[in-house]
């Protein structure tokens, strides 16, 4: 069956645009959660969603950071005002459990260079 | 500060032997811990887990220990293919937010044939 898809897979940005990088879930999982991963380092953990809830936000860097889901399926996770420090490959993940940690499939990500 | 250590960024073995990759966690209420394993242009895969009730995990050629006092854990590959060639993740989580899983930095794994 389909595996998670992010969109597009790669996006450069100049220093203050907006971004926006989508993701779609694998069809009927509950929960869907973003990462950021820095070139060397693993994933860190972003936020994630319940459904349509936004349960836990605690990992996004600063305001300019914003995710949404509003249908409890695809969701979105926007950046306003890039800055460098931005750039990583943004990874998301779904489960058909309530939580990350027993299962967790993650897309591919989407690559962000801002310059 | 990291609370999952993955102290060897790369580690190469000959196929057919066997490889150890190494995680060391700082954050004692860490109870379920993780190996993800990635290739070039994809998301982390799910290898192998254990719950800290356990010492040792086994599922194939692959392998976990977990040391709960050293706050260690290993994962074993026996025998190494070329295939195993990627970056393997150590994670882990606590039962309080088993939500959030923390990844170590990785290791990046060559299988030479």
């Known amino acids: 069956g389909a595996g998670v898809s992010q969109s597009p897979r790669y996006k450069v940005a100049k220093r203050g645009q907006d971004v926006a990088l989508r993701c779609d879930p694998i069809s009927g999982h509950v929960s869907l959660f973003w990462y950021q991963q820095a070139l060397g380092q693993g994933p860190e953990f972003l936020t994630y969603?319940?459904?349509?809830?936004?349960?836990?936000k605690s990992g996004l860097p600063s305001d300019r950071f914003f995710a949404e889901r509003p249908e409890g399926s695809v969701s979105t996770l926007k950046i306003q005002r890039t800055q460098q420090e931005d750039s990583a490959v943004y990874l998301c993940a779904s489960s058909p459990t309530g939580v990350a940690v027993y299962e967790q499939y993650f897309g591919p990500g989407t690559r962000l260079t801002v310059t | 500060d990291q609370q999952v250590k993955q102290n060897s960024p790369s580690l190469s073995v000959q196929e057919g032997r066997i490889s150890i990759l190494n995680c060391d966690y700082t954050n004692s209420m860490f109870d379920y811990f993780l190996w993800y394993k990635k290739y070039p242009a994809e998301g982390p895969t799910f290898l192998i887990s254990i719950s800290s009730i356990k010492d040792k995990n086994e599922d194939g050629r692959f392998t976990v220990f977990l040391n709960k006092s050293a706050k260690h854990l290993s994962l074993h590959i026996v025998p190494s293919q070329p295939g195993d060639s990627a970056v393997y993740f150590c994670?882990?989580?606590?039962?309080?937010?088993?939500?959030?899983?923390?990844f170590g930095p990785g290791t990046s794994l060559s299988v030479i044939p």
């Open positions: 969603f319940q459904n349509e809830a936004q349960l836990d």
């Open positions: 994670a882990a989580s606590a039962e309080t937010s088993y939500d959030k899983v923390i």
